[in-house]
């Protein structure tokens, strides 16, 4: 085992803040869709663990599924495109749709998906980011729910990953490369 696999990083959002935030957002979601079934859509892998610990902390009826994107170029708007590697096992027309995201950084993946997933009749269509790094924004776009504003650093953990390491740890940490 490597010795120096946590050396490198160091706790940006400690394990009780997340659940304390996530304890938030699950009291406001579960608020606003009174009344209604929720279909959360997990896009994998990175918000695996927040859609976890979210969806336990919502009160109102709710169903999973589970989407995994990537998203190729940067820079100018147009020039980034979105790749569906795994698409959704069922229809969400007619259905009140959350996105949970890991975090939003230059913004392309959700600014391309969306108009994706809107496409699809959606009865109504929402984005929840536990991250957000707005200092990277490429193009503009704005979570309805969001759990945390965090400086331009490349950070792992609770999902997470760097080359598809550390997504097991339990908080939010910045790697130093
Ligand atoms: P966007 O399309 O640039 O907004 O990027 C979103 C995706 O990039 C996220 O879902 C993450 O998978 C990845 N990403 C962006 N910033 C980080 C980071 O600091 N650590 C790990 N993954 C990140
Ligand atoms: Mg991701």
Do not use: W
């Not at 927040?50 to 999973?64: G, H």
Request: some cysteine.
């Amino acid at each position: 085992m490597d010795n120096n696999y946590y050396s490198n990083i160091s706790v940006l959002i400690d394990e009780k803040t997340l659940n304390k935030r996530i304890q938030e957002l699950g009291e406001e979601i579960s608020r606003d869709y009174e009344g209604h079934e929720l279909k959360m859509i997990c896009i994998l892998k990175g918000s695996v663990l927040f859609m976890s610990e979210l969806a336990k902390r919502i009160t109102v009826p709710v169903l999973f599924d589970f989407m995994q994107v990537s998203s190729y170029g940067s820079g100018t708007s147009s020039s980034g495109s979105v790749k569906i590697r795994k698409d959704l096992d069922e229809d969400i027309a007619g259905q009140d749709v959350l996105i949970v995201e890991d975090i939003i950084d230059s913004g392309n993946t959700l600014y391309k998906l969306t108009p994706i997933l809107k496409g699809r009749n959606p009865k109504t269509l929402k984005v929840v980011s536990l991250l957000d790094k707005p200092e990277r924004r490429e193009v503009p776009f704005k979570a309805d729910y969001r759990g945390f504003e965090i400086p331009d650093e490349f950070v792992v953990g609770f999902g997470l990953d760097y080359d598809q390491k550390y997504r097991n740890l339990p908080y939010i940490g910045v790697l130093h490369l």
